[in-house]
């Protein structure tokens, strides 16, 4: 279950990315604060605390209509995006591993 719900989450990063680009080239604060709080709902459940944090940022910026600030804030989201994305691929395949020698063993 774990699993796959990693996998959703790696799947869903590309289109949170696209879909806050977007947002900001046409001036939609409305998507930006729905798409952050989307993917800061997501990343809280898996521990994810520097992405959330970072969205909850980009969240108040969409709901206050304060557009200026946001491409700074998404170029931090995407950087965080990436190294927790590292890190769940890191434990994934640390548990991997132990699967292996314990199926091994």
């Known amino acids: ?3 796959e719900m990693v996998a959703l989450f790696r799947e ?3 289109r949170w990315s696209a879909e806050l680009t ?9 998507l930006l604060q729905e798409t952050a709080h989307a993917a800061k709902g997501a ?7 520097a992405v959330a944090a970072t969205a909850r940022r980009l969240e108040k910026i969409g709901r206050e209509h304060d557009l200026e600030r946001a491409p700074i804030v998404l170029r931090e989201l995407e950087e965080e995006f990436g190294r927790f994305l590292a890190a769940l691929a890191a434990e994934e ?9 314990t199926e091994v063993a």
Do not use: Y
């Not at 977007?22 to 409305?30: E, I, K, N, S, V």
């Open 12 to 14: 869903e990063v590309p």
């Open 93 to 101: 395949a640390e548990c991997g591993t132990e699967a292996v020698a």
């Open 43 to 49: 990343a809280a459940q898996f521990g994810g605390v």
């Open 22 to 30: 977007t947002a900001l080239a046409h001036g939609d604060a409305a």
């Open 1 to 3: 279950m774990q699993r």
